[in-house]
């Protein structure tokens, strides 16, 4: 299973299938933001990472333009991933509260994060062609991870990914909305669970803290 996921992480990395995904990646590797200047940025699409004989999934948006586009891994290097491994050390699903960069000995337990957009989108906004274009490594993802349980989607798009995923492969009778907390068992006895987007703008206005995330994940433990 382990060379197959290698594979496939070969084969994402070498993607230029969205023509404006590639030019903005491009440019933001090359502009980069000041205090990276001396940084070589990853500059390419950023795969999942984590166990993959895990029961949990953690499925974000996108890389972020100076977090996983300039560090090669998905939330790493910015506030985003600051808040998040905070909340997932505070329940030892990660060994420590940071997530720096490749080399910084984070390890994720039980668990595999992935976003469903390989490549930063401008304004944090894929079209539906992109998310249709990278739909396939999602899907190829997710068949790799054989004892998944639950499926932890931070924001609404992570969940709108999700659930066409679902709609794909089987037909959904239940109407599946996105909300922070919200838990569906799904066809296939696997739990879908909505959470917000751990980004600064919801942090910083109060939507989510880190109480609410650590109960969201504590939750998430018990059900796995």
Request: hydrophobic fraction near 35%; charge should be positive.
């Amino acid at each position: 299973m382990t060379v197959k996921f290698e594979k496939l992480k070969k084969t994402i990395i070498k993607c230029n299938k969205c023509p404006r995904l590639v030019k903005f990646r491009k440019k933001i590797s090359t502009e980069k933001r000041k205090q990276y200047m001396n940084q070589t940025y990853w500059g390419k699409p950023v795969t999942g990472f984590g166990d993959i004989n895990g029961k949990i999934m953690i499925v974000g948006l996108a890389p972020a333009a100076h977090g996983g586009t300039r560090t090669g891994r998905v939330f790493t290097g910015d506030k985003s991933s600051e808040f998040l491994y905070k909340c997932l050390h505070n329940v030892k699903i990660s060994n420590q509260s940071n997530s720096d960069h490749l080399n910084d000995g984070l390890k994720i337990k039980n668990t595999f994060i992935t976003p469903a957009l390989k490549c930063v989108p401008p304004g944090d906004k894929p079209l539906n062609e992109e998310l249709k274009n990278c739909f396939g490594y999602f899907k190829s993802e997710f068949e790799i991870l054989k004892n998944l349980k639950i499926i932890v989607a931070l924001g609404k798009i992570a969940f709108d990914a999700c659930t066409y995923f679902y709609k794909s492969k089987y037909k959904l009778n239940e109407k599946i909305n996105f909300a922070h907390d919200k838990i569906y068992k799904l066809p296939d006895n696997i739990f879908l669970v909505g959470c917000y987007h751990p980004s600064p703008r919801n942090v910083n206005t109060g939507r989510i803290n880190e109480k609410k995330m650590t109960s969201l994940f504590k939750k998430v433990l018990k059900l796995a």
